[in-house]
């Protein structure tokens, strides 16, 4: 029985492991500009990848033209914002997901993310990707505890005494539940 146990233990560590590290990744430079390196040393290049570039948990989506280097401050050749930073924007609010919703980049053999393949056609369609914005913007109608797993009305207490570093916005509550998060016991 212990041997069954330490052999379980072992494969979950061994999972956990390679899960957190296809996360990993870090940004570069040179003279031409920005591109994300992955630790296996591949790169996103030619479309859009959600990026958790901080590892706070919350991914940003990202344009990469096709030799690998993100687009800033500019219009996308489908035609949406990213800001200073690279990040796509809608109205100045950076579009975010969570890393649980937004997978480590993998491409096909196009060449494209199927994270990317996703956020175009929610792009497409007009509507925003369902996410938690990392700042309020018009329509919001939800503040969540990224910390907490909570969310809340605007107006909750609770909100009043959250960090600002663990507040996010959101108006989508079932997509909220579909990642984990709960309603507050206080305004719900």
């Given at each position: 029985?212990k041997r069954?146990w330490?052999?379980?233990m072992?494969?979950m560590?061994?999972s956990?492991?390679l899960t ?9 430079s040179?003279?031409k ?6 630790d296996d ?13 901080n590892?706070?948990g919350?991914a940003?989506?990202y344009?990469f033209?096709a ?5 800033t401050d500019?219009?996308t050749?489908?035609?949406y914002t ?5 990040a796509?924007?809608?109205g100045?609010?950076v579009?975010?997901?969570?890393a ?7 491409s096909?053999s ?5 994270t990317?393949?996703?956020?175009k056609s929610s792009k ?13 913007y018009?329509?919001?109608?939800i503040?969540?505890?990224?910390s907490?797993?909570?969310y809340?009305?605007?107006?909750c207490?609770?909100v ?6 663990n ?6 509550a079932?997509y909220?539940?579909s990642?984990?998060?709960?309603p507050?016991?206080?305004?719900h």
């Open positions: 029985m069954l330490k052999t379980l072992t494969s560590l061994l956990l492991t957190i590290t296809s996360f990993a990744g870090s940004w570069q040179d003279a500009g920005k591109w994300w390196k992955n040393g591949s790169f996103p290049a030619n479309g859009w990848y959600w990026i958790d570039d590892s706070d919350i940003n989506s344009y033209n030799e690998g280097y993100l687009l500019t219009t050749p489908d035609g990213v800001d200073a930073n690279g796509w924007i809608v100045n609010v579009q975010t997901k969570t649980a919703a937004a997978p480590a980049v993998q096909d196009s060449g494209q993310s199927q990317a393949e996703n956020s497409k369609s007009g509507q925003s990707a369902s996410g938690i914005s990392s700042s309020p018009d329509g919001y109608t503040v969540v505890n990224t907490t797993k909570k809340h009305v605007p107006g207490k609770s009043k005494s959250m960090k600002d570093k507040k996010g916005y959101s108006s989508d079932a909220l539940e990642i984990g998060y709960s507050c016991k206080n305004c």
